[in-house]
Antibody, heavy 120, light 108 residues
Framework: QLQLQESGPGLVKPSETLSLTCTVSGGSISSPHFHWIWVRQPPGKGLEWIGTVYYSGTTYYNSSLESRVTISVDTSNKQVSLKLTSVTAADSGLYYC????????????WGPGTLVTVSS | EIVLTQSPGTLSLSPGDRATLSCTTSQSISTSYLAWYQHRPGQAPRLLIYGASSRATGIPDRFSGSGSGTDFTLTISRLEPEDFAMYYCQQFGSLPLTFGGGTKVEIK
């Protein structure tokens, strides 16, 4: 059973870089059918897509974050990473990684999420 | 950007009731790229429905999805205590991927 787990600092200072890692366990991801997204949820709000990375390394980002975000995949280590630069308090919230197999079956695998607080 | 509007914002029902949740998209989308998720506090979102009407693995048959074009519906035939949660629709056929604002199903 494939499982995802986010990890990274829970507290980040304003203007610094938020770095999170999503580790996949429980099976192989050595297939071009896999792709991943990062999603965040600010306190009391809904879900916001941050970006997508495909097995090939191709990425797409939310235009509102594009100038600050980088997502990459390391299939050999079964990890997906998120970097968000120049963070502010508005970047605080729960961050989730999710994985889809194929392009039409939705995102069936999610990590439990990690809480990030931006504060000095 | 395709905007997804969910209604109602909150649904107050009792266990055993039928729940009908609506998701309207700002432009017509393929059913292939419409999904529904359940989100309980402190837990990861859970895929319920993909392709607008296909249940994900392990999802009870009291959950069903329907719709096409711009109007989609998630129906829970008989609410169980564990079904009281937030529900989000998502479209993933066009960039940016977008989620609806959510419907909270709460105990009446």
């Amino acid at each position: 059973q494939l499982q995802l787990q986010e990890s990274g600092p829970g507290l980040v200072k304003p203007s610094e870089t938020l770095s999170l890692t999503c580790t996949v366990s429980g099976g192989s991801i050595s297939s071009p059918h896999f792709h991943w997204i990062w999603v965040r949820q600010p306190p009391g709000k809904g879900l916001e897509w941050i970006g997508t990375v495909y097995y090939s390394g191709t990425t797409y980002y939310n235009s509102s974050l594009e100038s600050r975000v980088t997502i990459s995949v390391d299939t050999s280590n079964k990890q997906v990473s998120l970097k968000l630069t120049s963070v502010t308090a508005a970047d605080s919230g729960l961050y989730y990684c999710a994985m889809a197999v194929g392009t039409t079956r939705g995102f069936g695998y999610w990590g439990p999420g990690t809480l990030v607080t931006v504060s000095s | 950007e395709i905007v997804l509007t969910q209604s109602p914002g909150t649904l107050s029902l009792s266990p055993g009731d039928r729940a009908t949740l609506s998701c309207t998209t700002s432009q017509s989308i393929s059913t292939s790229y419409l999904a529904w998720y359940q989100h309980r506090p402190g837990q990861a979102p859970r895929l319920l429905i993909y392709g607008a009407s296909s249940r994900a693995t392990g999802i009870p048959d009291r959950f069903s999805g329907s719709g096409s074009g711009t109007d989609f519906t998630l129906t829970i035939s008989r609410l169980e205590p564990e079904d009281f949660a937030m529900y989000y629709c998502q479209q993933f056929g066009s960039l940016p991927l977008t989620f609806g604002g959510g419907t909270k199903v709460e105990i009446k």
